[in-house]
């Protein structure tokens, strides 16, 4: 599917949104679970150590595989907590299990922030993002809040993998100096590299 550009982003946002909602839980669980896989097969996912994820909620791509691939492959995880929902912060906080991320934030699971598993940005290897459509070109359109836009502005983009289903992936979407690309998109049918 092809959005032409001059549909605004929150029209963008609304049809996919749309989109997603409407497809079979069963068979984007399956799709999610072959994206686990391809993640999994990534050499920076091999070489990472410490990586970031977010925890998926309703029809997004589900990360709980992927939380559980990097607990056996001993690494270090980390997921998105907001901290401010007014300014749009966020902060990675350390997980040891899925059971610790047990409090709702604006319908987010979250963990509650312990200062003590605090994750610095520096440290981490690997960022896995969500986003509601993607442009070929490493552009996402999200919930429109700018959480990860903000987050990640000091993070080289390619240690960004953007999480997606193929129907999420078109050739562009409309991006400001302010939206922050992904390096690479991960979608059920494929691995799109991206080059910023």
Same mark, same amino acid.
């Given at each position: 599917?092809?959005?032409c550009?001059? !549909?605004?982003?929150?029209?963008?946002?609304?049809?996919f949104?749309?989109?997603?909602?409407?497809?079979?839980?069963?068979?984007?669980?399956?799709?999610?679970?072959?994206?686990?896989?391809?993640?999994?097969?990534?050499?920076i996912?091999?070489?990472?150590?410490?990586?970031? !994820?977010? $925890?998926? /909620? %309703?029809?997004?791509?589900?990360?709980?595989?992927?939380v559980?691939?990097?607990?056996?492959?001993?690494?270090?995880?980390?997921?998105?907590?907001?901290?401010?929902?007014?300014?749009?912060?966020? &902060?990675?906080?350390?997980?040891?299990? !899925?059971?610790?991320?047990?409090?709702?934030? /604006? %319908?987010?699971r &979250?963990?509650?922030?312990?200062?003590?598993?605090?994750?610095?940005?520096?440290?981490?290897? !690997?960022?896995?993002?969500? %986003?509601?459509?993607?442009?070929?070109?490493?552009?996402?359109?999200?919930?429109?809040?700018?959480?990860?836009?903000?987050? $990640?502005?000091?993070?080289?983009?390619?240690?960004?993998?953007?999480?997606?289903?193929?129907?999420?992936?078109?050739?562009?979407?409309?991006?400001?100096?302010?939206?922050?690309?992904?390096? /690479?998109?991960?979608t059920?049918?494929?691995?799109?590299?991206?080059?910023?």
């Amino acid at each position: 599917m092809n959005v032409c550009l001059n !549909l605004s982003k929150k029209q963008i946002r609304a049809e996919f949104l749309s989109l997603r909602n409407a497809q079979d839980l069963k068979k984007l669980q399956s799709y999610s679970m072959e994206i686990a896989y391809r993640v999994r097969e990534l050499s920076i996912y091999k070489r990472a150590k410490a990586i970031m !994820l977010y $925890l998926s /909620c %309703g029809s997004e791509v589900s990360t709980d595989f992927l939380v559980n691939f990097a607990f056996y492959d001993k690494k270090e995880v980390s997921v998105a907590s907001i901290t401010d929902i007014k300014s749009s912060k966020m &902060q990675a906080v350390r997980i040891f299990s !899925l059971s610790d991320a047990n409090q709702l934030v /604006c %319908g987010v699971r &979250q963990p509650k922030a312990n200062k003590n598993d605090l994750v610095s940005k520096e440290s981490i290897d !690997l960022v896995l993002v969500p %986003g509601i459509v993607f442009s070929e070109c490493g552009y996402r359109v999200g919930y429109g809040k700018g959480f990860y836009d903000r987050w $990640l502005q000091d993070i080289d983009c390619a240690k960004i993998i953007g999480l997606a289903y193929d129907f999420q992936v078109i050739k562009e979407v409309p991006n400001s100096k302010y939206d922050w690309p992904v390096g /690479c998109i991960v979608t059920e049918k494929r691995i799109i590299k991206v080059k910023n």
